[in-house]
Structures are given as C-alpha cells and as structure tokens.
C-alpha cells in the first residue's frame, strides 16, 4: 500500500500563516493538489517511480482544471493515470451534493423569474460565477438521475422505523402552498441507520402516506418490528394497512409538545412535563400505568382536560417498553429524524420558496442521501446483539 507523503501540506499552512484569510484560496490550490496526488498514489499502489509488484498501473501526468468555489476560481493539475486503470479524485466526485442542489435551485428561480435581488446575491456568493439556464438544465439533469438512483435503490430488512413529515412552501398552479416531506428512517440488523426514502406531496393524507410506505416494501423493506411517529390520523392508518403487524409508539417528545396545549396555567407547566417524562422514563411497563393512573387522578380536579388527556394518549408511548432497555433512549422518539428536519431547514430557509415540488425534492433528497452516506460508513448507531440487550 502507498504511503502518505504530508510534507507537501506545509506550503499550505505557511500560506495560512504569511497572509491570513487572504491566504485560503492558494492554500485552498495547494491541499486539493496535494490530496489528489496522494489519492492517486493509493489507487496506482505506489508511489512516483516506485518499482513493486503490487503496482496497478501507471501515473500518467497532469491536467489542468478550474474549480468554481465560494473562495473563488482554483487553478488546480488534476492527475492522470494509464494502463487500464480508472481514476477520478473523490474530493471532486463527491462536490458536496446538498450545496450542488441548493445551487440549482437557486439558479431556478434566478432563470424562472420568480427570483429577487436578494436570491440573486445569494446565487453569486455560493456559486462565485453567473449561470445560464442551459448549464443549470445540464447540471440538473445529471443531478437527478444520479437522486432518483438513490431514492429507488434496493432496501433489506430493517426491525426498527422511524418517520416524519415537515412543510415547505412551494408554487403550483400560480399559487403559493405548503408542500409535505415525508421522510423514512431505519436501522439494519446490524446496527447502522440510514436514510430510507423521501417523498413530497399536497398533504400528510392517508394516501400520501400509504403510497409512500408501500414504495419502501416495494423496494425490498421488510422484518419491521418497531415503528415510532407522531400521531397522525393519515399515518397511523397508512401504517395499519402497510406494516400493521408492526408495534407503534408514539413520539415521546410530541406527547410532551402535546401535553402542554392542554395545561390550563403557565406555572403548572414545569410539574406536568416532569410527571410526564416520569411515566415515559419508568423502568418497566407496570411501572408507567402505575405512575400514568397516579398523574391522571392527581390532575383530575385542578386540570380535567390534562387528565382526560393524559388516560387516553399516553398509552400511545408504552409500545417502547417492548425494547430492551439500552434501545429505548434511542427509540422512544423521532429524534434522529428531528435532527435531519433542523439540517433540511438550515438550507432551505435560504430558498424560503421553492419554484416547484421538483426544486425541493431535489434538494432534500440531496441532504439525506449525503447524510445516509455518513451512517451507513460511520459507527453503528445501537446494539442488536442480544448479549449485549440489544433486539426487542
């Protein structure tokens, strides 16, 4: 294997160093290069000149190229290869698909006409260059076959589901509507989450849903044991008629949200969120309708409607206790898809409004797919080995 040569990275910190931040684009050069060039060491096994027997082709010099970043144009030498072998440097390959979205967007409504001088500043500082409505449909079109690959690709068996829809607003028909992202995620058997599907459309009706679900089966997802969601009249449905053999629980952060609308004075509000996470928290299941029958009494007289409240929803949290203890922190709620919400809107809301359901799709889907990269390449996210308490 080709050993990593660093001593060329100097240069780029001695740039950093003799001019400050004016210094990042030719630092910028000299790293890309450098990595590339080492990149390329790896795949060819050895190193310039090298003679060993696990050589797999031959370096082949240079190739000028330009990258078009936010730090401006950088001049960098792309290296070659011969003899057979393919190679392209990953740190170009990869382009960060999210921010290739986000731009293509942004190029859409510049071209479209729907776009304002703020959108226009915008599209210049992330792209630091003006666009043609030619090169945003040949870069668009590349974009969403390599998406749509991924939003189809084959799924295997996965125990535990977790889903999730936000809104977005977008025009259809000269109007202004929000537009619904559901979102699938799941862990594999051996631990890893990734990100299933994503589908956009008018509402979270049942029929969304139940499309959406039914496109996961379609695709190969099966062995789904567990599945956590908010309580949603279409999903809950989509769910009995898609995975009804499935356990459900209820989002215990949305029963809290929940909970609150129901809490008649402001200074209660602390107390009620504690009895709460004291009867979602409890080791066991004996211990939690103890605790639930215990609260609803207790509020039965200063706050009627929590009480009702709390005897007929917070049942919808117990099918956690089904776990085995060291997976219900991480299943009691939709947390990990909360967190892929909070990403998707950190760049959407540079939009505010999409010029089509196409424009959003592509750019959430774009966020996920890198993000399931992450996972699925990154440490496991729970244990299921039953030694270790882990499975349900």
Same mark, same amino acid.
């Given at each position: 294997?080709?050993?990593?040569? @660093?001593?060329?990275?100097?240069?780029? =910190?001695?740039?950093?160093?003799?001019?400050?931040?004016?210094? &990042?684009?030719?630092?910028?050069?000299?790293?890309? @290069?450098?990595?590339?060039?080492?990149?390329?060491?790896?795949?060819?096994?050895?190193?310039?000149?090298?003679?060993?027997?696990?050589?797999?082709?031959?370096?082949?010099?240079?190739?000028?190229?330009?990258?078009?970043?936010?730090?401006?144009?950088?001049?960098?030498?792309?290296?070659?290869?011969?003899?057979?072998?393919?190679?392209?440097?990953?740190?170009?390959?990869?382009?960060?698909?999210?921010?290739?979205?986000?731009?293509?967007?942004?190029?859409?409504?510049?071209?479209?006409?729907?776009?304002?001088?703020?959108?226009? /500043?915008?599209?210049?500082?992330?792209?630091?260059?003006?666009?043609?409505?030619?090169?945003?449909?040949?870069?668009? /079109?590349?974009?969403?076959?390599?998406?749509?690959?991924?939003?189809?690709?084959?799924?295997?068996?996965? /125990?535990?589901?977790?889903?999730?829809?936000?809104?977005?607003? +977008?025009?259809?028909?000269?109007?202004?509507?929000?537009?619904?992202? $559901?979102?699938? +995620?799941? =862990?594999?058997?051996?631990?890893?989450?990734?990100? $299933?599907?994503?589908?956009?459309?008018?509402?979270?009706?049942?029929?969304?849903?139940?499309?959406?679900?039914?496109?996961?089966?379609?695709?190969? $997802?099966?062995?789904? *044991?567990?599945?956590?969601?908010?309580?949603?009249?279409?999903?809950?449905?989509?769910?009995?008629?898609?995975?009804?053999?499935?356990?459900? @629980?209820?989002?215990?952060?949305?029963?809290?949200?929940?909970?609150?609308?129901? %809490?008649?004075?402001?200074?209660?509000?602390?107390?009620?969120? +504690?009895?709460?996470?004291? =009867?979602?928290?409890?080791?066991?299941? *004996?211990?939690?309708?103890?605790?639930?029958?215990?609260? %609803?009494? /207790?509020?039965?007289?200063?706050?009627?409607?929590?009480?009702?409240?709390?005897?007929?929803?917070?049942?919808?949290?117990?099918?956690?206790?089904?776990?085995?203890?060291?997976?219900?922190?991480?299943?009691?709620?939709?947390? &990990?898809?909360?967190?892929?919400?909070?990403? =998707?809107?950190?760049?959407?809301? %540079?939009?505010?409004?999409?010029? @089509?359901?196409?424009?959003?799709?592509? $750019?959430?889907?774009?966020?996920?797919?890198?993000?399931?990269?992450?996972?699925?390449?990154?440490?496991?996210?729970?244990?299921?080995?039953?030694?270790?308490?882990?499975?349900?």
């Amino acid at each position: 294997m080709a050993q990593v040569q @660093n001593n060329k990275i100097n240069p780029a =910190i001695q740039e950093i160093i003799d001019s400050g931040l004016e210094g &990042m684009r030719e630092a910028m050069v000299i790293m890309f @290069n450098q990595a590339m060039f080492i990149e390329r060491s790896q795949v060819l096994n050895a190193q310039p000149y090298e003679r060993t027997d696990d050589r797999q082709g031959y370096a082949n010099g240079f190739k000028p190229k330009t990258l078009k970043t936010r730090l401006g144009e950088l001049p960098l030498m792309i290296p070659q290869v011969r003899d057979g072998v393919e190679f392209y440097p990953s740190c170009l390959e990869k382009g960060i698909k999210s921010e290739r979205a986000l731009r293509l967007t942004l190029a859409e409504m510049y071209i479209s006409g729907v776009s304002t001088r703020k959108v226009e /500043k915008i599209l210049k500082e992330l792209c630091g260059l003006e666009v043609t409505s030619s090169e945003v449909s040949r870069a668009t /079109k590349l974009l969403d076959e390599e998406l749509e690959k991924w939003r189809n690709r084959p799924l295997g068996k996965c /125990k535990y589901l977790q889903l999730d829809a936000r809104y977005e607003k +977008t025009r259809r028909d000269g109007r202004v509507l929000s537009t619904a992202v $559901l979102v699938a +995620t799941g =862990i594999n058997e051996e631990g890893y989450r990734s990100v $299933l599907g994503v589908s956009t459309g008018i509402s979270e009706a049942e029929i969304h849903w139940r499309k959406f679900l039914l496109s996961l089966k379609e695709r190969g $997802l099966h062995g789904v *044991e567990y599945v956590v969601s908010d309580d949603h009249e279409g999903l809950r449905k989509a769910l009995q008629t898609t995975f009804g053999s499935a356990s459900w @629980n209820r989002c215990h952060v949305h029963l809290q949200r929940n909970a609150s609308s129901y %809490v008649p004075r402001v200074a209660m509000r602390k107390e009620v969120a +504690t009895d709460i996470s004291a =009867i979602l928290t409890a080791p066991d299941i *004996e211990e939690a309708r103890n605790l639930l029958n215990k609260y %609803v009494k /207790k509020y039965s007289k200063t706050a009627s409607k929590l009480s009702e409240w709390m005897a007929e929803n917070i049942p919808d949290g117990f099918a956690v206790f089904e776990l085995k203890k060291p997976l219900r922190s991480k299943m009691r709620s939709t947390n &990990m898809i909360e967190r892929l919400n909070r990403e =998707i809107k950190r760049r959407t809301r %540079v939009c505010s409004l999409f010029p @089509n359901e196409e424009s959003l799709l592509r $750019l959430v889907s774009a966020i996920l797919m890198e993000t399931s990269e992450e996972w699925e390449s990154g440490k496991k996210y729970i244990s299921l080995d039953k030694n270790d308490g882990g499975g349900l």
